[in-house]
């Protein structure tokens, strides 16, 4: 599986960004995967920021994000989304998009995901 972020920039507090992760070179059924975003800050452990299952089409986020970050998939395109609003400084990081071989995706560590785009980076200013 290849995953390629873009999407990401430089915005001001309060403002909004969407990124995109193009996904290619699924094995089998899509709803067998569960994708995900995290993010990084150097120095820092990698945090999930939100998933979604390919089954059902649950949504899990972390409460730092929650009402303020949409994930979401087109999967006629095969594309996974992470629509961020109001976004802050805090949120300032490295995202990357992953994917992980298993439909299972609450409160999934990023250890246990076997894919990862090569990040693309979100300042908040």
């Known amino acids: 599986v290849q995953l390629v972020e873009s999407g990401g920039g430089s915005v001001q507090t309060g403002g909004s960004l969407r990124l995109s992760c193009a996904a290619s070179g699924f094995t089998r059924s899509r709803s067998s995967y569960c994708m995900g975003w995290f993010r990084q800050v150097p120095g820092k452990q990698r945090e999930g920021v939100a998933a979604i299952a390919g089954g059902d089409g649950s949504t899990y986020y972390a409460d730092s994000v929650k009402g303020r970050f949409t994930i979401s998939q087109d999967n006629t395109k095969n594309t996974l989304y992470l629509q961020m609003n109001s976004l802050q400084p805090e949120d300032t990081a490295m995202y990357y998009c992953?994917?992980?071989?298993?439909?299972?995706?609450?409160?999934?560590?990023?250890?246990?995901?076997?894919?990862w785009g090569q990040g693309t980076q979100v300042t908040v200013s």
């Open positions: 992953a994917a992980r071989d298993n439909w299972y995706c609450r409160r999934v560590p990023h250890h246990k995901f076997e894919y």
